[in-house]
T-cell receptor
Framework: KNQVEQSPQSLIILEGKNCTLQ??????????LRWYKQDTGRGPVSLTI?????NTKSNGRYTATLDADTKQSSLHITASQLSDSASYIC??????????????FGKGTSLLVTP | DAGVIQSPRHEVTEMGQEVTLRCKPI?????LFWYRQTMMRGLELLIY????????DSGMPEDRFSAKMPNASFSTLKIQPSEPRDSAVYFC???????????FGPGTRLTVL
């Protein structure tokens, strides 16, 4: 069964500190992996998208890594800001012969950055 | 560009009533997705369209749910009859040719009493 597990479920860090969020998946056949940021009361916003051949991708202070062999991804946030407080969702796509691709969602990590 | 537009933003209805959620995708996008988000289940894909054609509706929970895309600039998600367990935030998203990067609308918060 295709699954996406994120950890930790929630995290509190001090402003200015770094943090790393984890995403483990069992999705097959793998197509791509995306990290989304969702602010409270808003729709998710794409941070990074990685395909099988990509190991790392950055978007400002956000850096995502992908290890397709171990089926693990991480999202590293550098020098956190109060505005980073949000839910971070990992989504893994599987190639689906019937419909192009199928999306598998993690439950998200809730991050709170405190002053 | 105004981004993905959804209406209404909030909907409160009584069990058994018909509910229609609306979405206007970003102009020029080929893909349109409908999602549902709850605390218990997280984000779930309900259905997606490519060039106005439904491609995968395997996420639609049951026959009470239906979605249409009559043209490239408009889609609806209908629930008839609605039930309390349908209470959730419903998101619409659109994407360009690759279908990879999706842009989400602000969502419709549905409460069924």
């Amino acid at each position: 069964k295709n699954q996406v597990e994120q950890s930790p479920q929630s995290l509190i860090i001090l402003e200015g500190k770094n943090c790393t969020l984890q995403c483990n998946y069992t999705v097959s056949p793998f197509s791509n992996l995306r990290w989304y940021k969702q602010d409270t009361g808003r729709g998710p916003v794409s941070l990074t998208i990685m395909t099988f051949s990509e190991n790392t991708k950055s978007n400002g202070r956000y850096t995502a890594t992908l290890d397709a062999d171990t089926k693990q991804s991480s999202l590293h946030i550098t020098a956190s800001q109060l505005s980073d407080s949000a839910s971070y969702i990992c989504v893994v796509s599987a190639t689906n012969s019937n419909s192009g691709y199928a999306l598998n969602f993690g439950k998200g990590t809730s991050l709170l950055v405190t002053p | 560009d105004a981004g993905v537009i959804q209406s209404p933003r909030h909907e409160v209805t009584e069990m058994g009533q018909e509910v229609t959620l609306r979405c206007k995708p970003i102009s020029g996008h080929d893909y349109l997705f409908w999602y549902r988000q709850t605390m218990m289940r997280g984000l779930e894909l309900l259905i997606y369209f490519n060039n106005n054609v439904p491609i995968d509706d395997s996420g639609m929970p049951e026959d009470r749910f239906s979605a249409k895309m009559p043209n490239a600039s408009f889609s609806t998600l209908k629930i008839q009859p609605s039930e309390p367990r349908d209470s959730a935030v419903y998101f619409c998203a659109s994407s360009g040719t690759s279908g990879l990067e999706q842009f989400f609308g602000p969502g419709t918060r549905l409460t069924v009493l």
